[in-house]
């Protein structure tokens, strides 16, 4: 399958474009949104064909023409459970508009929108304007991390076989084996925060937590499943993950975060597509698109 124009909107290190090279799909131009100078390196180190179009609020969809296909994964914090909920108060949750504007500015052939799990008001919002109702996947079933999303389109979209892999699949050699995060806490009202080692599980099955763009909500341990305070001060044995590793647990290659600084990675991998789930749903696409082939 070919597609002769992409539009990526929030493109972030254009892991999309991963995603699409593993379903086989070929494509033209790909433009791509973003204005986080080191996501961008990290696209055009990968993809230097990609073509930056900027800020998707200075975006005109007319002038996109009709691209084949419309991506978008809008920023999350605002509709996220573990966020402030501001929802469509929120200045980045209220980018979810701009999608909708170049979404009908350019009629697009095919789209998608990738979002968190959010509360059912806020999702059914986003259905009502969108027309059709998301599908809740977990990249559990392709990646050896939890990572629930909802997904929108103009296609069909079912779920994928589990691929069963696990922690264990991807960390580097390493005695710490045990998926685990820092959480803070209060272990009783009025007493100050404590950083807390929660232990998730010690099966060789075990999945990661789901990558977010803080390093301690995903580490690794020896200890035993269970809730360890005062994780930093008694210098519990755990460590966060490695870039390696992140991008292992977003289904890209070893060497796709290079030229960028680890603090960066964990910014980009947290806000990055899970590429193994993101395939699974371009090849749903395959069976239902109509784009030009190319032979």
């Known amino acids: 399958m070919y597609i002769p124009e992409v539009v990526s909107l929030f493109d972030g290190a254009s892991m999309a474009q991963v ?3 593993k379903a086989n799909i070929g494509y033209g131009r790909y433009q791509a949104a ?3 100078k080191h996501a961008i390196a990290v696209a055009q180190s990968n993809f230097p064909e990609t073509q930056q179009i900027g800020d998707v609020r200075t975006v005109s969809g007319a002038e996109l023409g009709q691209p084949g296909l419309l991506l978008a994964g809008s920023p999350c914090q605002g509709f996220s459970f573990s966020g402030k909920g501001l929802n469509f108060n929120d200045p980045r949750s209220k980018l979810f508009f701009e999608f909708v504007r170049i979404l009908e500015e350019s009629n697009p052939q095919y789209w998608l929108l ?10 059914d919002v986003i259905s009502g304007i969108l027309g059709v109702e998301p599908v809740k996947l977990n990249s559990a079933l392709t990646s050896a991390q939890n990572r629930v999303r909802l997904y929108w389109a103009n296609f069909p979209i079912t779920e994928p076989e589990d691929q069963h892999w696990a922690l264990q699949d991807v960390i580097q050699a390493s005695t710490m084996r045990h998926p685990a995060a820092v959480r803070g806490r209060r ?3 009025n007493q100050p925060v404590v950083q807390w080692l929660e232990v998730r599980s010690e ?3 075990a999945k990661s937590n789901c990558l977010t763009t803080v390093a301690k909500d995903t580490v690794v341990t020896s200890l035993p499943k269970g809730k360890y305070p005062d994780a930093f001060a008694r210098k519990l044995p755990f460590r966060n993950y490695t870039t390696v590793e992140r991008c292992r647990l977003m289904n890209l290659p070893d060497d796709y975060c290079r030229g960028v600084s680890t603090n960066q990675a964990v910014k980009i991998t947290g806000n990055g597509w899970e590429t193994g789930m993101i395939t699974h749903i371009f090849e749903c696409l395959t069976k239902h698109a109509t784009f030009t082939l190319k032979n």
Do not use: F, G, W, Y
């Open 19 to 21: 995603a699409l090279r």
């Open 34 to 36: 973003e204005i986080d």
């Open 114 to 123: 990738e979002n968190v799990v959010m509360k059912k008001e806020h999702q």
């Open 187 to 189: 272990a009783h009202p």
């Open 203 to 205: 099966s060789p099955d």
